[in-house]
């Protein structure tokens, strides 16, 4: 089945502690990218990437990091997580820059305090 | 900044009746999409626009786009109680294509 998945789902944690969101897709995707959903607004777009070893920022990258040195994996990392950082974020990948309709993973829901 | 705002921000109908949602943009775009997310889930695509269409249909589902007055409307017709959902416009802007989502709207269909 072609899937988007991240992991954790759920995750409370502390300022400061160094975590990673994984995400992965099945569907051999070029394209990767990384949003977070917050009440009234909207989804932001913090990170994407266009292929392997190719990574961008996108609207809110401050904070976070990313990688991707593998095509199926573009994990999300928060260095030193802050309160203003908890959210709910989504993962997506799709196919190319030409066939634009995105994936989306179930989404991490991250608490810091 | 948003480039998509979708109006009305919710809508409630009964089960039956067609829903109607607006979309309207500032820039030129490649392409237009909509989204549906139910809750507590991720986004699922529903239809994508590009900008030398004017109408698509999917199932149920009717898009337009005027390019002209930049704005895009999602029409679904007889409505189910399963559509209950928040929908989502995304336009395709730039050579990075970078997908840009406005705020959603609220659907709530009626049994």
């Known amino acids: 089945e072609a899937q988007v998945t991240q992991n954790p789902r759920y995750l409370i944690t502390v300022t400061g502690k160094k975590l990673t969101v994984t995400c992965s897709q099945n569907?051999?995707?070029?394209?990767m990218s990384w949003y977070r959903q917050d009440p009234g607004l909207g989804l932001r777009q913090i990170y994407y990437s266009m292929n392997v070893e190719v990574t961008d920022k996108g609207d809110v990258p401050e904070g976070y990091k990313v990688s991707r040195k593998e095509k199926r994996n573009f994990p999300l990392i928060l260095e030193s997580p802050s309160p203003n950082q908890t959210s709910l974020y989504f993962c997506?990948?799709?196919?190319?820059?030409?066939?634009?309709?995105?994936?989306f993973g179930d989404g991490t829901r991250l608490s810091i305090l | 900044s948003q480039q998509g705002e979708e109006d009305p921000q919710a809508l409630s109908i009964q089960e039956g009746e067609n829903a109607t949602m607006n979309c309207s943009y500032k820039?030129?775009?490649?392409?237009l999409q909509w989204y549906r997310q139910n809750s507590g889930r991720g986004l699922v695509h529903l239809i994508l626009i590009r900008s030398n269409e004017r109408e698509k249909h999917s199932g149920r589902l009717r898009v337009t786009l005027d390019t002209s007055k930049k704005s895009s409307s999602l029409l679904i017709t007889a409505s189910r109680a399963a559509d209950t959902a928040s929908y989502f416009c995304a336009t395709d802007v730039g050579a990075n294509s970078k997908l840009t989502f406005g705020k959603g709207i609220t659907l709530s269909v009626r049994p």
């Open positions: 997506a990948s799709s196919r190319d820059r030409e066939y634009q309709p995105q994936h």
């Open positions: 569907m051999n995707h070029e394209y």
């Open positions: 820039t030129s775009i490649n392409n």
